[in-house]
């Protein structure tokens, strides 16, 4: 579905639950792009909230996870109360989304929940402690090389993009994914026949997955061999951050990677640095496939015969800081490639 927002430290934050005493909120670091502009900016009011806590918009909050997945129950029954099953599904979440886990609703973790996402289900089948696919692993086709084609719907685009640079914008995603995996995609003009259907939507648009305004859900796609692709149009799509100065402006290419990925059959990674991981930030890009994004789609269609995991490997090299701030998760990729050579 990422490298997370800027931060402005911001101030004192209130808390007003039903069932106990107002509570100051210590300086916390919030996304400021996001604090009166996201579709969820008040999930900040339930900071720091834990089990047996009750707050207004707990409810809300646990419509969210239900979602995406976390929460079973019927939505119309949700209560402001932190009871619980929700400590539980926020402790999914907390694992599922490679965070540090409390159980409460800490700063890390709200930040988390408003950042802009994709819309697809986290909860999911996961074959690996990282990458993961959908219930029963659907893929396009059985062949050695697949050849899918994709069009864009003529009544649902947006305007502030010419149609060229939308097109080259997939064009690119798709190559990002044709390079690793025998699986080449062409264009195509006819859209009712195309394999893989693209197109901008806003609100509810007859899928049962309604897009919810700025910053909220970005796009969502269905599994193999489904090939519906949907972004929301009332997102500041951008080609280019130089000519797009807008605070929320969401890069398009990095969007339709990810959900690319969700069209082939990757469901949702936990490692922030992969493609496949479920949020983005306004003004930033992530295009480039990691490891973890390598190994799932391999593990489904196999390799491009001219594909190379070196590649990869003097990719995070070049990243120094990485090695050396990260040295265990840099050893977990080089186990990892090393795994798949042999």
Request: with cysteine; net charge negative.
């Amino acid at each position: 579905m990422f490298q997370l927002f800027s931060y402005k430290t911001f101030f004192f934050l209130s808390l007003l639950p039903h069932l106990f005493p107002a509570r100051t909120i210590p300086g916390t670091l919030i996304p400021v792009d996001l604090s009166q502009t996201a579709t969820w900016h008040n999930f900040v009011n339930l900071i720091d909230a834990g089990k047996g806590f009750k707050f207004s918009g707990m409810s809300e909050l646990k419509k969210y996870f239900h979602r995406f997945g976390y929460l079973q129950n019927d939505e119309e029954n949700f209560t402001d109360l932190f009871d619980d099953s929700f400590e539980s599904a926020v402790v999914n979440y907390q694992k599922n989304l490679g965070l540090t886990v409390t159980g409460k609703l800490d700063a890390g973790t709200i930040t988390q929940i408003m950042s802009p996402r994709c819309g697809v289900r986290d909860s999911v089948i996961h074959v690996n402690k990282n990458y993961a696919y959908f219930e029963g692993e659907p893929r396009w086709g059985r062949s050695a090389h697949a050849k899918l084609t994709y069009a864009f719907s003529g009544g649902h685009m947006i305007n502030n993009l010419n149609f060229s640079d939308v097109s080259e914008a997939f064009r690119r995603s798709f190559s990002r994914w044709s390079a690793v995996i025998p699986v080449n995609f062409s264009e195509s003009d006819d859209y009712p026949s195309a394999d893989i259907k693209i197109g901008f939507y806003e609100g509810d648009h007859g899928d049962e997955e309604p897009f919810d305004g700025v910053l909220g859900v970005l796009a969502h796609a269905f599994s193999p061999e489904n090939g519906r692709l949907h972004l929301d149009v009332a997102e500041t799509w951008a080609v280019d951050f130089e000519s797009s100065k807008s605070k929320v402006a969401v890069d398009l290419e990095s969007v339709a990677t990810h959900e690319i990925g969700h069209v082939l059959g990757l469901a949702h990674s936990k490692v922030k640095g992969a493609v496949m991981y479920p949020s983005l930030s306004p003004r930033s890009k992530k295009v480039d496939l990691k490891v973890d994004d390598v190994v799932g789609i391999q593990a489904l269609y196999g390799s491009n015969p001219d594909f190379q995991y070196s590649s990869l490997v003097e990719s995070v090299m070049s990243s120094s800081w990485f090695i050396v701030v990260n040295p265990l998760k840099w050893l977990t990729y080089l186990v990892t490639v090393v795994g798949v050579l042999l």
